[in-house]
């Protein structure tokens, strides 16, 4: 039995009532759906809202961080006046704002395969506005273990993914990727840098699917795979089927619950210290600046991209950008000290590792980047 | 002649370019056109064995080419094939 829609929601939905699509019926059903997001960032922030303006009765937002101001560029949920305060309740303010008869939920713990089955239960179509790969295999195995609609979305600078992925009808994420990239191929979107809007466009095409989906209307984007380059504005389909070899939704499964995520895709978990390549393998800007400033001679390399050296550099460093070290080890003597350096020390540690595996043996990463350095040594530096 | 369209997260290891003009009669001598010109792309992108990694798909017209006959997939001169890896940014 559907909700009934009172005289203010009849009037605030005017315009999904008059398209025949939706109707009375729809706003109804809207009404009496739930959809949980996980990530309130980038993707997970005009999802919410659109869903919340649309009328879906029940939203869960899963998110353990703050709100940051470098966050605000793209992540259009929160306001400035939320800096520092927590995403989900920022979140949720602003929801309830826009439309106070959505009931909004908000779970503020990392999402993980100890909690994701309760988190997850209640609601009928998961949103993954997450960024980082662990997650995303976690949701993709939590949404084919429990059979619910995994709505997906991914960005990259200028580079957008969507699709739903729901076993029961079709492939899941892992026939598409059945296992992640090696651990710091593809940057993040806080070493790479994503275009504000880009988020908002793909985020929004998932809150349309999700829609959708609730109403049982339209063709989905299950079977295929949305690729959006905003720098073209082309959009492309690419088709995708079930892989008979998939390990969570094949015929014969290996995933038959949920495991550890970060093992599989081989990073650290969400409370390792960021930028750290381990301890014997760290070196701090203060112990960094006292060896230099004994007139230690040691070759400074910067592994970032030379756009960013216009926002902030070393005095010294040469610039190696990752992508290109592979091919320059030649221009580096392993009989000197090296210590590499880059945003905030995760591009820097995949360095380390290239370096490491060709042999090097004196060399360092700067824990938490030229962002460390700017903080505790170079304070007139930016941070960004 | 076939190019490999590459995705802005892969760029890095072809000299930032978009597209890679290509020879070779299937996708797996097109592949191993691309990584003879790049060779510091080989292991990123392949296994020891030779095969494509997990994390990324090669798609002719709009189909995955593991759906096809693999790198034995045939191409015509003006084949584009399209690099899909996973990306994690929201």
């Given at each position: 039995m559907l909700p009934e829609l009172s005289r203010e929601e009849i009037l605030r939905y005017s315009r999904h009532l008059l398209i025949p699509e939706v109707g009375l019926d729809g706003q109804r059903k809207l009404k009496a759906s739930s959809v949980l997001i996980i990530g309130m960032g980038g993707l997970g922030s005009p999802a919410a809202l659109y869903l919340a303006a649309a009328g879906v009765g029940r939203i869960g937002l899963v998110d353990y961080d703050v709100v940051d101001e470098s966050n605000l560029q793209r992540q259009v949920v929160h306001g400035t006046s939320m800096v520092g305060k927590r995403k989900v309740d920022s979140a949720r303010a602003r929801l309830l704002d826009l439309n106070p008869d959505v009931e909004v939920d908000i779970f503020d713990e990392p999402f993980t395969s100890a909690n994701a089955v309760r988190i997850a239960n209640p609601y009928d179509v998961i949103i993954d506005g997450t960024d980082n790969f662990p997650t995303r295999y976690l949701t993709n195995d939590l949404c084919v273990l429990t059979g619910k609609p995994n709505v997906y979305g991914a960005v990259f600078r200028f580079d957008g993914q969507a699709s739903v992925f729901d076993a029961r009808v079709g492939p899941c994420y892992r026939c598409l990727f059945p296992e992640p990239p090696p651990p710091g191929l593809i940057p993040s979107c806080a070493d790479a840098g994503v275009l504000g809007i880009l988020p908002g466009t793909i985020g929004t095409i998932q809150a349309t699917e999700a829609i959708k989906l609730l109403l049982g209307i339209g063709s989905s984007l299950a079977g295929r795979l949305l690729l959006y380059n905003a720098l073209d504005m082309s959009f492309e389909y690419v088709k995708l089927k079930k892989n008979q070899?998939?390990?969570?939704?094949?015929?014969?499964?290996?995933?038959t619950a949920l495991i550890d995520y970060n093992e599989f895709c081989g990073v650290p978990g969400?409370?390792?210290?960021?930028?750290?390549?381990g301890k014997d393998w760290d070196i701090t800007a203060c112990e960094l600046s006292i060896q230099m400033k004994t007139g230690m001679a040691i070759c400074l390399i910067d592994v970032r991209e030379p756009h960013e050296l216009a926002i902030s550099w070393i005095e010294g460093a040469k610039n190696i950008p990752l992508g290109e070290l592979a091919g320059r080890l030649a221009e580096l003597d392993p009989a000197n000290e090296i210590v590499l350096f880059c945003k905030s020390g995760s591009r820097s540690r995949g360095a380390l590792e290239l370096l490491v595996s060709a042999g090097f043996r004196k060399v360092k990463n700067l824990k938490g980047g030229i962002n460390a350095w700017a903080r505790?040594?170079?304070?007139k530096l930016p941070v960004y | 002649m076939p190019t490999i369209r590459i995705p802005n997260p892969l760029r890095s290891y072809v000299r930032g370019q978009t597209e890679v003009p290509v020879q070779g009669a299937t996708a797996g001598m097109a592949l191993e056109d691309m990584l003879t010109q790049y060779p510091a792309f080989r292991p990123q992108l392949c296994k020891a064995d030779g095969s494509l990694r997990a994390f990324v798909n090669l798609f002719l017209n709009g189909q995955n080419i593991r759906d096809l006959r693999g790198l034995d997939t045939p191409l015509g001169p003006g084949d584009i094939l399209n690099l899909v890896p996973s990306i994690a940014g929201g």
């Open positions: 070899n998939c390990k969570v939704c094949g015929p014969h499964p290996e995933v969400v409370f390792h210290d960021i930028g750290s390549a505790e040594v170079e304070p | -």
